[in-house]
């Protein structure tokens, strides 16, 4: 089962107060119905691939109000042959509608009145209902971290967007193909949106992944570190010893001062060392400690009088 369906089925099972209950059903038939009109008369008929997204439909419709609701099963002709759960209601449509505040002098309202969503528990469920009809949600062991909910139109995304801000949480939209996309990129917003829904099992595992794979980027940002400030100082002796070479192919590096040649006798010996293993050298053969910023001061010198003079030959510059 994806994360997205662990999330939806949790969330589905959430028990909640009459006009939570409301509010989650407005969002679910806003996104999923349509009417339709027969001579038995209007219709309100969902269709949905999701079987926990029609369940869940049917059991707040069949507990809100007293209608009967069925429930049917197809499959899709194309080659993907997925199953399409088809919901109808066809008792008290448009009082029911009305009562869900998306039912107005043109038809279906791309978004609920305020009383619906006034409460914010009314809001979390809400937001709750678009992510069980349109939601989905990235695996957090992949490589990016993803969330979106497809709304019908700029209006309605912009609604979910509005009752978003109202928990912290930043989202934002685009258009795919005739569907507006409300999505969330940041791993933290993620977090606060399972956190607002209710999503509390999926919360962990979101969370649990992330610290894993987090702690797997900076074991790796920290071990490309270490290799580039290896490369860093291997360079860095390997131009020392080059200006070393050159003041003794000169006949320049007895005329050195005790100092300057302590620092290039112990560069000679460790070629490969850094810095900081040359202090220690430096303390262990001389019994005097120095500090990584005065070795380095020598080895600049010894630098600086080398930079003038031409290469051994044979060498290249």
Do not use: W
């Not at 407005?26 to 209007?42: K, R």
């Not at 008929?45 to 197809?74: M, Q």
């Not at 998306?102 to 937001?127: D, N, Q, S």
């Not at 060392?273 to 380095?296: F, N, P, Q, V, W």
């Amino acid at each position: 089962m994806s994360f997205t369906a662990d999330i939806k089925r949790e969330i589905s099972y959430n028990e909640l107060k009459e006009c939570c209950c409301r509010a989650e059903l407005s969002a679910l038939l806003q996104l999923t119905s349509s009417l339709s009109f027969s001579s038995q008369g209007m219709q309100l008929v969902v269709k949905t691939e999701n079987p926990t997204t029609a369940k869940r439909i049917k059991l707040l419709t069949e507990r809100l109000y007293p209608v009967e609701t069925s429930l049917s099963v197809y499959q899709k002709s194309n080659l993907r042959k997925n199953n399409i759960y088809r919901l109808n209601i066809s008792e008290q449509v448009l009082p029911i509608l009305e009562d869900l505040g998306i039912y107005g002098e043109k038809g279906l309202t791309p978004y609920p009145r305020y009383e619906i969503v006034r409460k914010e528990c009314c809001a979390r469920a809400y937001i709750a209902g678009a992510f069980i009809a349109y939601g989905s949600c990235n695996a957090p062991g992949k490589a990016n971290y993803h969330l979106e909910i497809a709304m019908q139109d700029a209006s309605s995304a912009a609604f979910v967007i509005r009752q978003l801000k109202r928990f912290g949480i930043e989202a934002k939209s685009t258009q795919r193909r005739s569907r507006h996309i409300v999505y969330i990129k940041k791993a933290d917003s993620i977090s606060d949106f399972l956190r607002c829904i209710g999503a509390q099992e999926s919360l962990m595992d979101f969370e649990n992944s992330r610290i894993s794979r987090d702690f797997v980027n900076s074991r790796i940002r920290l071990d490309n570190c270490d290799i580039a400030n290896m490369q860093k100082s291997m360079k860095t002796a390997a131009e020392q010893l080059k200006a070393i070479r050159k003041l003794e192919a000169h006949g320049r590096y007895h005329d050195l001062d005790r100092r300057l040649q302590d620092a290039a006798e112990l560069r000679k010996a460790f070629p490969e060392e850094s810095l900081s293993a040359l202090c220690t050298e430096y303390d262990r053969l001389h019994h005097e400690r120095i500090s990584r910023s005065g070795l380095k001061h020598r080895f600049d010198k010894i630098l600086s009088l080398a930079e003038n003079l031409e290469d051994p030959a044979g060498e290249e510059g």
